[in-house]
């Protein structure tokens, strides 16, 4: 169990229920930004990034200071962690110093469900390694349940750098236990053929046209350039085959929206004009992030809004 009842721990969206899903969506909607509820006030949260973010960490922050707490922003580089001070060390220190709950986001898969295990606060996974990305995906499936009033039989294409993906990974786990129709579409050495292993139902395509035909919802991935190392992928070659055009867009049905985690590489994955179009939801996604961290975050103190 990935979201510890009693600790309020989120670590993954592989283990939990379609119902807790739900629970941490419908308590996202019922919190306002604009008038958010005092359910974090006097309580100190840790932000504790080993990895660059702008969208995850912001949000966070504006999340829980809008609930009233305290927050603290750890980074690796300038902190402690810089001299070799373990990840457990960190840990102990911060809930030490008086954490109620600690985000932490770090290169390595794993990172977070090993601090839950050790330490007594609740530890919010805001990416590890290419594991997951578990508030991504709730954020994702709460902006398709804004758009779509359901996720069950909703058409998905994911198509993009599947394998290096924890937002892909996340998402595949939510989309297909709400029960969407999820399309996964790239070239073999970003959607391996073992990828249909992630979950039940999950369709392999390499034809970007085909993916996105009659889809209801287009979720593009950047390409994690910093992960090719080593890879026969010739970029140029992605370009000509996968990038989201408004041409393969009008594939879709009408009302399609397009979706990406960013941060989005303009004409790589996705054109300029497909970034800026009337259907992309990319903006509107960052925004969806503040209710339903703030959501988590209640959660993770037994205080859903
Ligand atoms: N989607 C996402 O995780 O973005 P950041 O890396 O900017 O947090």
């Known amino acids: 169990m990935t979201m510890n009842a009693a600790r309020g721990s989120l670590l993954g969206i592989e283990h939990l229920s379609p119902d807790e899903i739900f629970r941490v969506l419908k308590s996202a909607r019922r919190m306002n930004p604009l008038k958010p509820p005092p359910l974090l006030r006097g309580k100190r949260v840790f932000l ?5 973010s702008t969208r995850t960490r912001s949000s966070f922050e504006v999340a829980a200071k809008s609930m009233g707490a305290m927050t603290t922003l750890v980074l690796s580089s300038g902190s402690s962690i810089e001299k070799g001070e373990s990840l457990l060390d960190t840990g102990y220190t911060l809930q030490a110093v008086g954490a109620d709950m600690i985000v932490v986001r770090h ?21 590890d390694g290419m594991h997951e990305h578990p508030t991504q995906a709730l954020l994702d499936g709460y902006t398709i349940l804004r ?30 236990k709400l029960g969407a129709k999820v399309t ?8 391996p053929d073992l990828a249909t292993s992630l979950a039940p139902g999950l369709r392999i ?37 996968y990038q989201i055009t408004l041409a393969r867009l009008k594939l879709a049905r009408k009302d399609a929206i397009v ?8 004409g790589l994955e996705l ?14 996604e ?19 809004g």
């Open 184 to 191: 996964l579409c790239g070239p073999p050495e970003f959607v």
């Open 147 to 176: 758009h779509k009033k359901t996720i069950k039989g909703v058409q998905v294409a994911i198509v993009g750098d599947i394998y290096h993906s924890r937002v892909a990974r996340s998402a595949i786990y939510l989309l297909t």
């Open 259 to 266: 979706m990406h985690p960013g941060p989005i590489i303009r």
């Open 48 to 52: 504790l990034f080993y990895e660059a």
């Open 205 to 241: 395509t390499r034809t970007v046209e085909d993916a996105i035909r009659g889809a209801d919802v287009i979720m593009t991935l950047r390409v994690q350039k910093e992960r090719l190392a080593g890879m026969k992928v010739s970029l140029q070659d992605y370009v000509a085959r």
């Open 107 to 127: 290169p390595h898969a794993g990172a977070p469900a090993l601090m839950a295990k050790y330490l007594d606060v609740p530890v919010i996974n805001a990416g």
């Open 271 to 284: 054109t300029w004009e497909v970034a800026d179009c009337p259907q992309s939801a990319i903006v509107e």
């Open 286 to 304: 960052v925004k969806n992030g503040v209710p339903v961290r703030m959501a988590v975050m209640a959660r993770a103190i037994g205080r859903a």
